[in-house]
C-alpha cells in the first residue's frame, strides 16, 4: 500500500512564483525523502529529512517535517520553468528498508 | 560512471509470453528494488531485495518475479500470469535506508 500522499495532485504557477507541496504519511518512519521526475524519466533524489529533523534546505527547497501530524512539505523558492516536473514524497519505516512513494504532485510552472 | 543501468529502454510483449527486464547497478549496494509506474499515477513497489539470495514481494508481486543471484543484478520477469503489464517499470537501489538511486526506465507494451 502506498504510504505517502500528496497534496495537490496538481499545481500551476507562474515562473519566479513560489511552490508548496504537501505529503502525508500513515505510519512511523525513520526518513523521509522528495523526488523529482521529469515527464519519462527515472526518479531524481532532492532531499532526506530524518525523523528527528524538522527543517532541511538545499539550494532553493524548503523541506520541513511534523512527525506529530504526520506530514511533510516541500517548498521551491522563485521557481523556473525548469522545474516543471513530478514530485514525489516517499517514506522509510523503522521496522524495514522497502520505501514507499505517494501518488506525487504534477507541478508545471510557466515561463 | 557509476549508476543503475535498465535494459532495454522499450519492451514488447505477445500474449503468453515471459519477458525479463534488466536491472545492474555498480554502486556496491545491498538492496535493489523493482516499481510499477502507471501513467499519471505514483510507483508501486514490486519486488525488493536487501541482500543477495533474499527478496521479498511488495505490494503487487502476483505475475512477476525476481532473483537476486549477484549484488549487482536485480532482473524481473514478467510473466504471463500478470495480464495488464503495460506500464514504466523502474528499477532502484539504495544502501540502508537511505537515498534511492534509480534507472531510467523501462517501457514494456503489449502486443
Redesign the interface.
Known sequence: ??QGEEDPQALSIQEGENATMNCSYKTSI??L?W?RQNS??????LI?IRSNEREKHSGRLRVTLDTSKKSSSLLITASRAADTASY?C?T??HL?????????T?LTVKP | DGGITQSPKYLFRKEGQNVTLSCEQNLNHDAMYWYRQDPGQGLRLIYYSQIVNDFQKGDIAEGYSVSREKKESFPLTVTSAQKNPTAFYLCASTQGADIQYFGAGTRLSVL
Open positions: 500500500s502506498q525513520n526518513n525523502q523526488y519519462g524519466r527515472g526518479l531524481v533524489h532526506l514525489f516517499a522509510a519505516t524495514n528498508n522497502d520505501m514507499r512513494f505517494g501518488a506525487g504534477r
